[in-house]
């Protein structure tokens, strides 16, 4: 069961798992081609000074990994991954993220948009309505290209968005989902507010926050081993617009799953409006999965999906609206 966990999060992290008992190493030797080590010591530590004498990186655990379903799995899933990255000195998410994004400037055209329902009214370039953070890791910018692109012209939304992707990387990502999206996308910088129609694409190094209704840039990188933090930028999203909604695309390990934890946890009566993409329209499921496991995801749906989803939600308030000052 411990090699079956830890097995199921190196592999989220996007990592080839090779699998060996004690016996089986006795057998074969330490020389293996392999990146690095992940090595569970609890009950056999008979190998231990074999693997401090090894060139590889070596990870040595002395506790047990929680089961899924623990309170304390997406910590510890966490803290594994800012450890691999420690030990192996490059940000496996990053890289795989980078290599994906030029794939997707060359897709064709996309699909029609979906129509406006008429009872919403076009408000575009006014403070923003509807305010919701997106979070998305490997997969992530095919997934949310798609959801853009399917988005109404007019709808009296706004998003945030946080990509696991490396800094330089950014201002790349905001030009290509621009393309056929209906929706302005660009990176937040200090001072900008947020509007309807606009997607505001925060920077991988630094931590955003928004005061007064006003982006501040932090001088300080992001907390924990992702860059940005989808687990922060929710966080710091609610703070300053209780009624956001969230939603979590393709992506590798578990980041978000944390702050929705604590999100349900703060806001028991309240209906926290909280989606993800479908396992099976995902490039990776771990970080939609995650999401789900918290128990704060109420609707999942491809990417296109969610979209028709979102524009349904926003016609029902804006119903709700109309009868109210009737």
């Known amino acids: 069961m411990q090699q079956h966990r830890l097995r199921s999060a190196m592999e989220g992290f996007g990592c080839e798992v090779v699998c060996f008992s004690p016996e089986s190493l006795r057998d074969k030797g330490l020389d293996q081609e392999v990146a690095a080590w992940l090595v569970d010591l609890r009950e056999d530590d008979s190998l231990l000074d074999a693997f401090l004498e090894i060139e590889q990186p070596v990870l040595l655990g002395f506790e047990a990994a929680p089961s899924k379903r623990h309170r304390d799995y997406a910590k510890w899933e966490k803290h594994l991954y800012s450890k691999l990255k420690q ?36 408000n575009g370039g006014a403070k923003a309505k509807y305010v919701w953070t997106l979070g998305s890791s490997l997969g992530g910018p095919e997934a949310v290209k798609e959801f853009l692109d399917a988005l109404p012209q007019g709808l009296p939304a706004a998003f945030i968005y946080g990509q696991h992707i490396d800094a330089h990387s950014v201002p790349v990502l905001a ?15 200090a001072g900008m507010r947020l509007h309807n129609g606009e997607v505001l694409i925060v920077p991988a190094d630094k931590e955003v926050e928004i005061i007064d209704g006003r982006v501040e840039i932090c001088r300080h990188a992001w907390p924990g081993p992702y860059g940005p933090s989808v687990d922060q930028l929710i966080l710091n999203v609610q ?88």
């Open 87 to 122: 030990l192996l000195g490059t940000d496996l998410v990053h890289e795989k993220n980078a290599a994906s994004l030029g794939l997707i400037d060359k897709l064709g055209v996309a699909l029609p948009s979906l129509a406006l329902p008429s009872n919403i009214r076009v």
């Open 175 to 189: 030009r290509v989902l621009a393309r056929h999206a209906h929706f302005k996308l660009a990176v937040a910088s």
């Open 239 to 326: 703070r300053a617009y209780p009624n956001s909604g969230v939603i979590i695309f393709s992506g590798m390990g578990n980041d978000g799953a944390l702050a929705l934890q604590t999100l349900l946890k703060n806001n028991q009566e309240q209906a926290l409006q909280v989606w993800a993409q479908s396992a099976a329209s995902c490039a990776s499921a771990s970080m939609p999965d995650a999401s789900r496991e918290s128990g704060a995801v109420s609707y999942s749906g491809s990417p296109r999906e969610l979209a028709q989803h979102l524009v349904s939600y926003i016609q029902q308030q804006e119903n709700n609206v109309q009868h109210a000052q009737a």
